[in-house]
T-cell receptor, first 107, second 112 residues
């Protein structure tokens, strides 16, 4: 079993749809990160969460520490949101990564 | 501020060779972490350096090594390359007191 599980693996949405990506983890954490990776490889850190909810533009990230679960929501999705979204959990001496959710937003 | 830079961006090597990749962190950042990304395994943590010392290490064989210089620039070295070492190698830097990491564009290594 992976320490960090993401779902779904692939997601196709129509422009404007509300999108949710889920992340469950089994390792203890101090903070959970959501990363965005566009084709070509560049990774951007979207959020770092240790509790509650954070919002940045159309992106909202929530975390439930007791249930060891986090969600990333995208409101009013746009084709430029097409990317791979990865959750990452620091634990012990290293980071554990989910396998990523590949999102395609169709115009 | 300039972002994290990595050189080279692309590299082709043959089995048995060794390779050195370079990472320059954001000015003022003293922590540099390295990651390997492959289609099969996804992102995996290699190691982290802080103030020229390896602070954390992932589960990779001894063929993977790294170092950090006094200006915080870091290099990673892979010796005796194997086909399975073909991957995107990413480095990320962060400043003291924060977990937010800033990623470089990566070096895509192909081993033939």
């Amino acid at each position: 079993k992976n320490e960090v599980e993401q779902s779904p693996q692939n997601l196709t949405a129509q422009e404007g749809e509300f999108i949710t990506i889920n992340c469950s983890y089994s390792v203890g954490i101090s903070a959970l990160h959501w990363l965005q990776q566009h084709p070509g490889g560049g990774i951007v850190s979207l959020f770092m969460l240790s509790s509650g909810k954070k919002k940045h533009g159309r992106l909202i990230a929530t975390i439930n520490i007791q249930e060891k679960h986090s969600s990333l929501h995208i409101t009013a999705s746009h084709p430029r949101d097409s990317a791979v979204y990865i959750c990452a959990v620091p634990a012990g001496n290293q980071f554990y990564f989910g396998t990523g959710t590949s999102l395609t937003v169709i115009p | 501020k300039a972002g994290v830079t990595q050189t080279p961006r692309y590299l082709i090597k043959t089995r048995g060779q060794q390779v050195t990749l370079s990472c320059s962190p954001i000015s003022g950042h003293r922590s540099v972490s390295w990651y390997q990304q492959t289609p099969g395994q996804g992102l995996q943590f290699l190691f982290e350096y802080f103030s020229e010392t390896q602070r954390n290490k992932g589960n990779f064989p001894g063929r993977f090594s790294g170092r950090q210089f006094s200006n915080s620039r870091s290099e990673m070295n892979v010796s005796t390359l194997e086909l399975g070492d073909s991957a995107l190698y990413l480095c990320a830097s962060s400043s003291i007191g924060t977990d937010t990491q800033y990623f470089g564009p990566g070096t895509r290594l192909t081993v033939l």
